[in-house]
C-alpha cells in the first residue's frame, strides 16, 4: 500500500526556526509522503544553504535581502530558484504544486503569506499563533471562502483539534493548558530581577527566543486563547486557562454533558507537527510514549493574572476586538525584542503592553490596510515607551 500514497509538496516559511527544523525532521524522516517545494528563512543563511543542498527545493527564499548573493552562490550549482524579500514569500507560497503551506515564521510576517496561500487554495498548517490574533475574522472569513483547511500545529490547538475529531455537540468549554514557563513559583520581586537568560530557560519545551519569553510572560498563552477561539468559535469566556506544569495534558475539551476529553503525549512538537501534515491520517513514529508509571502526578493551577498581566490583556484585547488585539501583539514584539537586548526588565514588559492599548487609534472593524497601518503605529508607540 506504500506505492500508493500521493506525496504531499510542502513550502515551509521559517524552516531555520524551532518549528522548521522539526517539520524538516518529519518530512526526512517520511520521504515517502512529502517533499519540499519551498522553503524560506529570515536571516539564517547558512542553516537555509545546508536545508536547501538537503532538500532539494524548487525555490528558497531569505526575507534579508543582504544574504542574497551568499545564498546564490552557494547554491548556483543546483536547478534551485533563490529569490529574497518578503514579496517572494507572498508570492511564492502561490505556487501551483504546494499542497501544504506550513507557517511558522515569528509573529507579525506570518500575516501576510498565509493571506495569499489561503487565497491561492492551499491549505495551511499554521504554527504562526499571530496569524490569528492578529486577523483572527479576517482569516477565517478568507478561509472559508476559499474552502481551505487551516490545521493547527500549536501542541495545545492541535490537541483541541484531535478532541473534536468526529465530536458533534457543542462545545461547552475549552481548557487549554499552560505549563507556567520559568517563573511559576517566583514572586513578584524576585520577577523584578529575572534576566533574559532566566526567561529562556522553559522547563518542558525547545523552542525559539521569542516563543519562550512569551511563554515566560504568559503572552503566549493569552495568544493561544485568541487563537483558539477564531479555529473552533468558542468565545473567550468559554476558554479556560489551565497552569499544567507537567505539559503532559496538552488540552481538554469540556462537553454539554460534562464530559471532557484530553490529548496527551509526551512535550515534542513534531507530532502536532506530523498531524497536521499527515492529516486525516495518523502515522506511526518513534517518538517517545507516555510512561504512565512514571507519573507521579498531574497537577492543574488556575494562573496568577496579577503576576503574569500579559494574559488578562489579552482577555480584554478579544473581548473589545476591532485591531486591538493588533496593538498588543504589535507591542508585544517590540517589549520581547527590547527585553532580549536588555533595554527593559521583564515586567516593564507588561507596562509598554498595557500603554500602547491605550495609546494606540482604535478601529473596530478594521480592514488588512488597517492592520497594516495600526501594527506600524503601534511599534512607534511601544519604542517611543521604551525611550522615555
Known amino acids: 500500500m506504500e506505492t500508493d500514497i500521493k506525496k504531499r509538496s510542502i513550502a515551509i516559511l521559517g524552516s531555520t526556526g524551532s518549528i522548521g527544523t522539526q517539520a524538516l525532521e518529519v518530512v526526512r524522516n517520511n520521504p515517502e ?14 542553516l537555509l544553504i545546508a536545508q536547501a543542498i538537503e532538500f532539494q527545493p524548487e525555490v528558497v527564499v531569505i526575507a534579508d535581502e543582504r544574504h542574497y548573493e551568499t545564498l546564490k552562490a552557494a547554491l548556483s550549482h543546483l536547478p534551485i530558484k533563490v529569490w529574497a524579500g518578503a514579496d517572494a514569500i507572498a508570492q511564492g507560497v502561490e505556487s ?107 522547563p518542558n519545551w525547545n523552542m525559539g527566543a521569542k516563543v519562550t519569553i512569551d511563554s515566560a510572560s504568559m503572552m503566549n498563552k493569552g495568544f493561544e486563547m485568541m487563537e ?35 490529548q496527551l503525549g509526551m512535550p515534542d512538537m513534531r507530532l502536532p507537527i506530523q498531524y497536521a501534515l499527515t492529516y486525516p491520517e495518523r502515522v506511526k513514529t518513534d517518538f517517545e510514549r507516555v510512561d504512565f508509571f512514571q507519573l507521579n502526578t498531574l497537577t492543574f493551577e488556575q494562573p496568577d493574572l496579577e503576576k503574569f498581566r500579559n494574559l488578562a490583556f489579552a482577555y480584554e484585547a478579544v473581548g473589545k476586538g476591532g485591531n486591538l488585539p493588533c496593538i498588543l501583539n504589535a507591542a508585544n ?53 521604551i525611550r522615555l
Request: proline share 5%; hydrophobic share 45%.
Open 33 to 46: 509522503r512529502f517533499e519540499i517545494y519551498a522553503l524560506t528563512a529570515n536571516c539564517q543563511v547558512d
Open 96 to 202: 501551483e504544486p504546494i499542497d501544504v503551506v506550513l507557517t511558522a515564521l515569528v509573529g507579525y510576517s506570518g500575516l501576510r503569506p498565509t493571506i495569499h496561500a489561503i487565497k491561492a487554495g492551499k491549505a495551511i498548517a499554521l504554527a504562526n499563533k499571530e496569524t490569528l490574533v492578529v486577523a483572527g475574522e479576517l482569516i477565517t472569513a478568507l478561509a472559508f471562502e476559499h474552502k481551505v483547511p487551516i490545521l493547527p500545529v500549536d501542541s495545545e490547538h492541535s490537541a483541541i483539534f484531535q478532541c473534536l475529531n468526529g465530536e458533534r455537540s457543542p462545545i461547552e468549554k475549552i481548557l487549554l493548558t499552560a505549563s507556567g514557563g520559568p517563573f511559576r513559583l517566583k514572586s513578584m520581586d524576585e520577577l523584578k530581577k529575572v534576566t533574559k537568560n532566566d526567561a529562556l530557560k522553559h
Open 228 to 262: 483558539a477561539k477564531w479555529l473552533f468559535g468558542v468565545p473567550p469566556e468559554r476558554i479556560q486557562v489551565l497552569v499544567h506544569p507537567q505539559s503532559i495534558v496538552h488540552s481538554m475539551v469540556q462537553f454539554e454533558d460534562s464530559s471532557v476529553i484530553a
Open 333 to 385: 514584539e517590540v517589549a520581547v525584542a527590547n527585553f532580549l537586548q536588555d533595554k527593559i526588565g521583564f515586567l516593564e514588559m507588561s507596562h509598554v503592553l498595557e500603554q500602547t492599548m491605550c495609546k494606540a487609534s482604535f478601529v473596530a472593524n478594521p480592514t488588512y490596510q488597517d492592520y497594516v497601518e495600526t501594527d506600524t503605529e503601534s511599534r512607534r508607540i511601544a519604542l517611543e515607551l
